[in-house]
């Protein structure tokens, strides 16, 4: 990624242990000199850490550095594809995750942003810890799943009626890769993606849609900054769900920004440039003064 940028990137890849002790794959990006804020993210069912480059371009030459990892069952992490014994797993995962990056920028604030269902994970894990997420400088919901799905109903009621007798059944999602992107060059990489699955067992069906629930009827509960960003045309999860949660939360410092013609994958879609500056002009509203004069 370094090789044809006019800026330094540095890059690094290891693993850290999840729940299970589970070696979960993970990345990171930074900038040469001073971090001035970490954001860590969090991808979506069948996708993986790779998927968020142009988020990287955009940050790194501002001094951010980007965190990322592929849960279980997903890119370059060890796993059945697409499954899950409980939602528990993915929510420490993604808190060892945290452990591992504290110890690497003790210094640095720390954004969380998820994409789709793993909007619906960031926002579980908020939520189930509230002390630790106090910590957090705020909160990105990128195309959340918090309502319909693009998943016809058929596949939903099998999912559920399996998931007690035969946890691990596996099947297609049968989702259109072009509901991802508006842009054909995207979509012709997302297609030779090795690391792309459209897989997800009964369990993670149950277990994902129990979450949502939870997470909705906890919404009023909820303590940080928060940003949603949707696609209006989104037809993967579609934004009405994100709308509810928006509108249940009652902390005051919230934003929703719909962009009426964009799809699932905002930050690869046609107008990637204009969310990317949406996103980077709330962080940085969200950093202390302190922290900017040090940058």
């Known amino acids: 990624m370094s090789d044809d940028s006019v800026y330094q990137v540095l890059h690094t890849e290891g693993t850290f242990k999840g729940v299970g002790e589970l070696e979960l794959y993970y990345q990171s990006w930074y900038p040469e000199g001073k971090v001035k804020a970490v954001l860590v993210i969090v991808h979506g069912l069948g996708a993986h850490s790779d998927r968020f480059g142009n988020v990287v371009r955009h ?37 060892a995750f945290f452990k591992l990056i504290k110890t690497q920028q003790p210094e640095s ?33 990128l ?31 049968g989702m259109n890769l072009s509901s991802a992107s508006r842009d054909e060059k995207v979509l012709a990489a997302y297609a030779q993606d090795k690391l792309r699955h459209s897989l997800g067992t009964a369990r993670m069906a149950t277990e994902f849609f129990a979450t949502t629930a939870w997470v909705h009827a906890r919404a009023a509960e909820w303590r940080s900054p ?4 949707h696609g209006g045309a989104d037809r993967v999860t579609l934004p009405e769900g994100g709308e509810i949660f928006y509108q249940h939360v009652t902390y005051e410092d919230k934003l929703r920004i719909v962009y009426p013609e964009a799809y699932h994958e905002l930050q690869n879609d046609l107008n ?24």
């Open 226 to 229: 928060l940003l949603i960003l």
């Open 109 to 141: 604030p720390i954004f969380l942003l998820g994409h789709s269902l793993g909007a619906v994970i960031v926002l579980d894990y908020v939520l189930r810890y509230p002390q630790e997420a106090s910590a957090l400088q705020g909160v990105i919901a």
């Open 59 to 95: 940050l790194i030459p501002k001094q951010y550095a980007v965190y990322s990892f592929d849960w279980r069952g997903h890119g370059r992490s060890p796993g059945q594809r697409g499954h899950i014994n409980s939602w528990a797993e993915l929510r420490e995962d993604l808190q």
């Open 143 to 173: 195309a959340p799943a918090l309502g319909k799905v693009g998943v016809s109903k058929a596949r939903l009621i099998l999912g559920h009626l399996l998931s007690r007798v035969w946890p691990r059944f596996s099947l297609s999602t």
């Open 272 to 295: 990637y440039q204009e969310v990317l500056a949406d996103l980077e002009d709330w962080l940085e509203r969200h950093l202390s003064p302190k922290t900017v004069q040090l940058a």
